[in-house]
């Protein structure tokens, strides 16, 4: 009989938009079943909310501490299999550390962290420890993001040559977090330095970047950014425009704004080769369009039969049947789950399950971050190279 891993939430409590695509994406597939959690930095509102959630009131903890200590000491086929960490930013490193350190796995929602200093520690416990640590870039589960990066690698577009990421949201227009009794909660914690660490650069803009690399298979060598913070009073930055330059002689221009009124989350991707193009767009997310030099074009559709294995094992519906942000989301934690499943039942994983975000994929997330911001205080081109540790 199939049993489903037991997994532990750390955030996502009341009030929290991301905890609830969390749990929805962890359940979407069968996969993983809700035991535990530490819901709140509020014990009693953790109880309250783990009520709501179902769970057993012994296994809803005032701490993720607490929870990491409590847990580890239950017997293996009671304790939890992973956690899921949904904090704000700040606490991503010593939520994670805890778990990791006790043989966790661990699904982590992005940016990783909020330092590069604690980004590598995190690389080098999860090689310490033996575990699986998948970061939330929820952008790459898109079936036809899949058939693009699949595109490029097979070489149909030629030799890559230019590459732009766009991310535009405008809900920061205003100064949102600045409102009667601190505001949008979101909007608070997310203009909070000390939260979030980076603005739009770290919520949006890494998504872009990680998306370019993902899809191209490119890293970047040096960066031109124009940082900037609009709404005065404002304590981080709310838009930023970047000149990328890729290793193999491509360029790049990345763009990520939140105070770009009257758009909700344009985020789009287009890479232009010697021999062809292709343009993504989150918003029309089914759908791909591929341009060749000769003048032909063709649009990809999610569900079609001439989709590539990637895209297919990303897929659950029939044609004509639309998937979005929660079966993406839910395609992250599938590819996960199956290979922690793989691994407590002493299988072969399928090749197909080790496209996830790897907590090295996070390090270098988060050292653009740095680099960017970086090199919009110096006003110009900074060396954007790294290699993180071994993982």
Not at 21 to 43: E, K, M, P, W
Request: charged content about 25%.
């Amino acid at each position: 009989m199939f049993k489903p891993l037991r997994y532990g939430m750390v955030g996502g409590g009341p009030g929290a938009f991301i905890g609830e695509v969390h749990r929805r994406a962890a359940q979407l597939d069968g996969l993983a079943v809700l035991t535990a959690g530490a819901l709140s930095s509020n014990a009693e509102k953790s109880q309250n909310f783990g009520a709501t959630l179902g769970l057993d009131p012994d296994r809803v903890y005032g701490s993720y501490a607490e929870m990491a200590e409590r847990e580890a000491a239950l017997p293996a086929d009671e304790r939890i299999d992973f956690v899921s960490v949904v904090t704000p930013n700040h606490l991503h490193h010593p939520v994670a550390k805890a778990f990791i350190e006790r043989g966790f796995h661990v699904v982590c929602d992005k940016p990783m962290t909020t330092t590069l200093e604690d980004a590598e520690d995190l690389c080098r416990l999860v090689a310490q420890h033996d575990v699986i640590f998948a970061l939330t870039h929820n952008y790459a589960g898109y079936p036809l993001v899949k058939h693009a990066r699949a595109l490029v690698a097979d070489g149909a577009l030629g030799t890559v040559r230019k590459v732009v990421a766009e991310y535009a949201q405008g809900w920061l227009a205003t100064p949102l977090e600045q409102g009667d009794e601190g505001g949008s909660k979101q909007a608070s914690w997310r203009t909070n330095p000390a939260l979030a660490g980076a603005g739009a650069l770290g919520d949006i803009g890494s998504h872009a970047e990680h998306l370019a690399r993902y899809v191209t298979g490119l890293e970047i060598e040096a960066l031109c950014a124009d940082v900037t913070s609009f709404v005065e009073g404002r304590r981080v930055d709310d838009d930023a425009t970047l000149l990328l330059r890729f290793e193999g002689g491509a360029k790049g221009l990345l763009h990520a704004t939140q105070i770009a009124v009257g758009e909700e989350n344009r985020l789009t991707l287009r890479i232009y080769g010697s021999e062809a193009s292709i343009e993504w767009h989150q918003e029309t997310p089914t759908r791909l369009l591929f341009r060749t030099v000769g003048g032909d074009e063709r649009v990809y559709r999610q569900s079609a039969g001439d989709l590539g294995p990637a895209a297919q094992h990303a897929t659950r519906l029939p044609p004509g049947h639309p998937e979005a942000f929660f079966e993406a989301f839910g395609n992250i934690y599938a590819n996960a789950c199956r290979l922690m499943l793989a691994r407590r039942d002493g299988t072969d994983p399928d090749p197909l399950d080790l496209d996830i975000t790897t907590v090295q994929d996070g390090a270098r997330g988060v050292h653009f971050i740095e680099t960017a911001l970086a090199s919009g205080r110096a006003e110009g081109w900074v060396d954007a190279t790294y290699t993180p540790p071994d993982a």
